[in-house]
């Protein structure tokens, strides 16, 4: 089956493993819009084995994630939905996720490391980036400055390298990243931040992520979106800040989360229409009876024009095509509100 | 004896991974701390000493919250240990009865190791001797060392409140079942019996009050008496039946036994 590539960034603490538990619990179990994960594999019995890997970690019923992430875990999910009585109900891609300690960016910036290396190159392979931003520490009141300093100098030097690299693939493609903003429900954040959609809370952390947003827009055929979210849900946790600088926060209801499956849905819809648009697909090579030469037009592209001069569509194509549709009848109505396009 | 510490955690700054690291160590042992690793993410860090035998090392390690936390708050797990080297792995066995009690019911070492966001060396001796100071005495305490000690060889095992769990059990075979030092002594008799016209061999221990060990079966007289060949292979069967038992057949040399 054809993949999907979802890497979260994030510092330590920024809450990467929260949100995982919050796209299971909005994608998994809630399903909502008829779009749903699942455990992907090629027989039965695989996806039954990597379903219970999933469901091990899943439960997010049992609160909050409460301790640091400590070893790297991957998520064997499959992606699918099921919004058309036409459409196939099987999952259309693999959307393996990923989960690790937040400090290997810390790592990777200092020291030589084959875990940290590893993520690198499947930051450079990503289709969607999901930037994690803490609300709590974007409203600190220190401004723009200290902020940058705990939750993006990592991220905003990943891409200044990413980008002046000479011959990598990472800008060659068209990519889509996301701004999460996670722990949007806590007290901390002040109301004037909050007001508006976080019309404040958005433009403060496109000033933090600044470097790393501006190469976003300037590149051709990328795309960038803020998406507030939380775990909890608004007024189900109580956050406070002690003497030190220590941020507490406790449960007090159910958790009820939202905005995750925005992003993920995003994310999505931008890459599927990126295959559309450029005509592949990576589950199979399709046969090529005229050699590319290389200089004139791209590979994707070159690919496109020979399926357009043949007049046919690959059936994933034209699947896409559909999933795209439905996404856009259902996200478009969300901008400016839930979903920020920069 | 050089055991060496290793500790994977994390400082309120730096994010999880190994503090003290592990000398270079078999894949047995990776596997082994990185199925502890999996635990412990789950939260499972109720500080049950592991004691894990590879065909080349061994480590002993236990998972344990260490008391500190984070910058937001998150309490700060500690994988803690002791590897140990092919070369000291007997020596090492043989003072685990003294330290793991008090391993296990010691706090977490995360404090002694870890000072302000610094790692601390810490000598291993030093940290040996104050869980052997620190091991309780009860009957946990004493069974592990009964234990430990009539084991022949090292065996993984675990080490928790309910006192102390063999991956398998330890061979003890030489202390457990009686192996004599010299064969018993016997005598063999012939019986021949005129009524039924049988004859059979028989061993008896050797002594004033000699009982029946093995006997052979009933050999029938021939027309002309019973046959030599016949008395001689079975007094062979019976002697290596009681080779087999431990016994060994004396001759009579005349005079009073």
């Known amino acids: 089956m054809s993949k999907i590539i979802v890497t979260a960034v994030g510092v330590s603490g920024s809450g990467k493993s929260n949100a995982y538990g919050a796209i299971m619990e909005l994608l998994k179990v ?84 084959e875990e940290a290396s590893r993520l690198l190159h499947r930051i450079i392979d990503t289709d969607v980036l999901l930037l994690f931003a803490d609300a709590n520490i ?34 060659s493609k068209p990519r889509t990243v996301l701004l999460m903003l996670t722990k949007c429900d806590s007290s901390l954040v002040p109301q ?18 600044d470097p790393t947003v501006r190469f976003c827009i300037n590149q051709p055929g990328w795309k960038i979106a803020v998406v507030p979210t939380s775990t909890c849900g608004d007024g189900n946790s109580n956050s406070w800040r002690d003497n030190n600088g220590v941020y507490h ?12 499956d925005i992003g993920i849905l995003y994310g999505v819809m931008n890459e599927l229409e990126n295959r559309v648009r450029l005509g592949y697909d990576d589950s199979e090579e399709p046969p090529e009876q005229i050699e590319h ?16 001069l043949a007049g046919q569509e690959n059936e994933q194509i034209s699947l896409y095509r559909q999933y795209v549709g439905n996404l856009h009848s259902i996200l478009d109505p969300l901008c400016g509100t839930q979903i920020i396009e920069v | 004896m050089k055991p060496e510490i290793f500790l994977f955690s994390r400082t309120p700054d730096a994010d999880y991974r190994y503090l003290f690291p592990l000398p270079p160590h078999s894949d047995a042992v990776d596997a082994f701390l990185q199925a502890r690793l999996e635990d412990m993410q789950r939260g499972q860090a109720d500080g049950t000493v592991h ?19 984070d910058l937001y708050a998150r309490p700060i797990f500690s994988l803690e240990g002791l590897y140990c080297p092919a070369a000291d792995v007997r020596p090492f066995w043989l003072c685990l009865p003294h330290v793991v009690p008090g391993f296990w019911s010691a706090r977490s070492i995360y404090a002694l190791l870890v000072k302000d966001g610094q ?18 005495k009860n009957r946990h305490a004493k069974a592990i060392q009964q234990a430990i000690f009539a084991a022949d060889t090292p ?36 019986t021949l019996d005129r009524k039924t016209k049988t004859a059979h061999l028989e061993a008896v221990s050797h002594g004033h009050m000699p009982y029946p060990i093995a006997r052979s079966a009933d050999m029938a007289r021939d027309a002309d008496g019973w046959s030599f060949s016949e008395l001689e292979s079975a007094a062979a069967a019976l002697e290596t039946e009681l080779d087999r038992r431990g016994w060994q057949y004396i001759p009579y040399k005349g005079g009073n036994a």
């Open chain 1, 192 to 209: 004037t931040l909050k007001d508006n959609h976080f019309h404040g809370l958005v433009n403060r952390a496109l000033q933090v992520f």
């Open chain 1, 293 to 308: 030469k290389s200089g004139f037009v791209s590979k994707f592209q070159w690919r496109h024009i020979l399926q357009r």
């Open chain 1, 30 to 113: 809630r399903r909502r819009d008829s779009y749903y994960l699942t455990a992907c594999g090629a027989t039965p019995e695989e996806r039954l084995r990597n379903s219970g890997i999933i469901n091990r970690y899943a439960d997010i019923n049992q609160g909050f994630i409460s301790t640091g992430t400590m070893i790297t875990t991957e998520f064997p999910f499959a992606f699918g939905g099921h919004f058309r009585p036409d459409v196939p109900t099987y999952p259309l891609l693999d959307m393996p996720l990923i989960d690790y300690s937040g400090g290997l960016l810390k790592t990777m910036l200092n020291e030589e490391s």
């Open chain 2, 51 to 69: 004691f894990f035998l590879s065909d080349t090392d061994a480590i002993l390690v236990r998972a344990v919250n260490s008391g500190s936390r």
């Open chain 1, 138 to 171: 974007l409203s600190e009141e220190g401004g723009v400055e200290p902020a940058r300093q705990q939750i993006a100098l990592e991220i905003n030097t990943i891409f200044e390298i990413l980008s002046t690299e000479r011959d990598t693939d990472f800008v």
């Open chain 2, 119 to 136: 790692t601390v060396p810490l000598p291993t001796t030093q940290l040996l001797d104050a869980c052997a100071q620190y091991s309780p």
């Open chain 1, 249 to 260: 926060s406790e449960m007090t209801a159910p958790p009820q989360p939202y905005g995750f």
């Open chain 2, 155 to 190: 065996v993984s095992f675990t080490f928790d409140a309910n006192g102390l769990h063999f991956s398998e059990q330890p061979p003890t075979q030489g202390r457990t079942r009686w192996q004599p030092q010299n064969p018993r002594q016997c005598d063999i008799r012939l």
